[in-house]
């Protein structure tokens, strides 16, 4: 059974940082599609980076590059988040999920999408 826990949301001021981290537990990494989400109040769920380890695939929402990183420790079966230069725009409830990453060419986001999800943690950004 895949589950997922993420943690590491918080309070921050505009400017700042924060690492969420996703602990993962029945998949293997490297089978996987695996991304982050987020959804703001009143917003719908978008995609913010997933990466799929079998084609070196890692993408960012345009709203996120160059400020978030994301990453993944096989061994500790954890994925992980790292915000920078946060913005009150980046407040929002953030998800991870994973799914199987699919035939070559399948969208990362939509592949993990459609798999497991876990809860969400609130990263809230003050101006």
């Known amino acids: 059974e895949v589950q997922l826990q993420a943690s590491g949301g918080g309070l921050v001021q505009a400017g700042g940082s924060l690492r969420l981290s996703c602990a993962a537990s029945?998949?293997?990494?490297?089978?996987?599609?695996i991304g982050w989400f987020r959804q703001a109040a009143g917003d719908e769920r978008e995609g913010v980076s997933c990466i799929r380890r079998s084609d070196g695939t890692t993408i960012y929402a345009d709203s996120v590059k160059g400020r978030f990183t994301i990453s993944s420790d096989n061994a500790k079966n954890t994925l992980y988040l790292q915000m920078n230069s946060l913005k009150p725009e980046d407040t929002a409830v953030y998800y991870c999920a994973a799914g199987p990453q699919g035939p070559v060419g399948s969208g990362c986001f939509i592949r993990a999408a459609r798999g497991s999800w876990g809860q969400g943690t609130l990263v809230t950004v003050s101006s």
């Open positions: 029945g998949f293997h990494f490297d089978d996987y599609a």
